[in-house]
């Protein structure tokens, strides 16, 4: 493997906003308890759709389930991107749809800033496939929301995407990695959260469109995870917390409904529909 070269000096200049796109207010900060915080807060005092932070260092980042999120300073690409849906688009139930645009879009960003294509492991993981059934996990995605009488308001989607690391913690060999890492090259934060913008751009637009999500946008976003897809295909075990009763389901992963959720064949031939839960790939199908 290639030794990761330091990314620092091939950053570009930070920008302020993506010409073409709603992005129109983009800040950048050395140190932040979290990005997804933050933004949320803002949205509650009716920050304008479009603000996105970006943090070298976070100190009270979050993941799925409340999970610490931690990197080094200037070593991810650590972003909250703050979207007001209109009204009567995009329903809680399908707000799902909204972080998998956010994945896609870091799938094309990776690819045309490091030549790294990730997968997508259901529901809100970037990973690099491996030989056998682990896969290496590149970045995670966390979507938060503010609701009023059962429309969204305000939708907070961060991301924190492993760009520089100097190297695999031996703890986390073959678990995670960094986009340097697999690229043998240094990466370009800055160019890497301007890509994964104008992608975002348009998917989301897709979805917000005049078919109200429910048509072409939201069916080209669905098709699009199909085919990116690390999971559909897998044996996989999906552990659910206590809010769901616990428990765990293995089978196969078969398909995306169109809210975006998992559905699973267990051994009995049966069909599940997963919302949200615990993923682990087993192996693929034959």
Sequence with gaps: MPRPRDITATESAHFASVSGTRFSSVEWHDEIDSTNTELLERARRDAPEGMVLIADLQTAGRGRRGRRWTAPPGTSLM?????????????????????MAV???????????????????????????????????L???????????????????????????????????????????????????????????????QRYAGLCGDDHGAGLGAASLLAEARRNSATLGRRVRISFDETSNGGALEGVASDLDAEGRL?????????????????????PTS
């Design 79 to 99: 972003m909250s991107v703050l979207l007001r849906p209109p009204p009567g688009v995009l329903p809680p139930s399908r707000a799902a749809l909204v972080t």
């Design 103 to 137: 994945a896609l879009a870091a799938v094309d960003a990776c690819e045309r800033v490091s030549g790294v294509r990730p997968s997508l492991k259901w529901p809100n993981d970037l990973v690099i496939a491996g030989a056998g059934p682990g896969d290496r996990k």
């Design 139 to 201: 970045a995670g995605i966390l979507a938060e929301s503010l609701s009023k009488e059962g429309e969204l308001t305000a939708l907070v989607v961060g991301m924190g995407l492993n760009s520089g690391w100097p190297a695999v913690p031996d703890e986390l060999d073959g678990i995670a990695t960094s986009l340097n890492i697999e690229s043998g090259a240094p990466v370009d934060r800055t160019l890497l959260a301007h890509s994964v913008l104008e992608g975002l751009e």
């Design 263 to 283: 559905l699973v064949s267990d051994d009995a031939g049966l069909t599940h529909t997963v919302s949200v839960g615990d993923v682990v790939h087993l192996r």
